[in-house]
């Protein structure tokens, strides 16, 4: 069975930082993009980043410029590395892989969550 377990959160002070790491075992094929979701009390889940096979990464305007993925391919590993952190980062953040089915078709593997938590 697949499995995603994420791994890094915890409480952390304004301008701290924060990596977060994603372990994927079992069977996956076909991986499109590797990534990182958050969803904070009461909204909605946001898309934070996400990296390609080919090492192409995007970003939540939120984010960019303080935030950095990673993926390591021989421990089928992904990371969030999360610099100055800010209050409104708070959130559980969720590894995702999303891989290819057909067009227009993808399927989505999600890990259990891991709390950030930036706080004075």
């Known amino acids: 069975q697949v499995q995603l377990v994420e791994s890094g959160g915890g409480l952390v002070q304004p301008g701290g930082s924060l990596r977060l790491s994603c372990a994927v075992s079992g069977s996956i094929f076909n991986i499109f993009t590797m990534g990182w979701y958050r969803q904070a009390a009461g909204k909605e889940r946001e898309k934070v980043a996400a990296i390609t096979r080919g090492s192409i990464r995007n970003y939540a305007d939120a984010v960019k410029g303080r935030f950095t993925i990673s993926r390591d391919n021989a421990k089928n590993t992904v990371y969030l590395q999360m610099n100055s952190l800010k209050p409104e980062d708070t959130a559980v953040y969720y590894c995702?892989?999303?891989?290819?089915?057909?067009?227009?078709?993808?399927?989505?593997?999600w890990g259990q969550g891991t709390q950030v938590t930036v706080s004075s």
């Open positions: 995702n892989v999303r891989t290819y089915v057909a067009d227009m078709t993808n399927r989505d593997y």
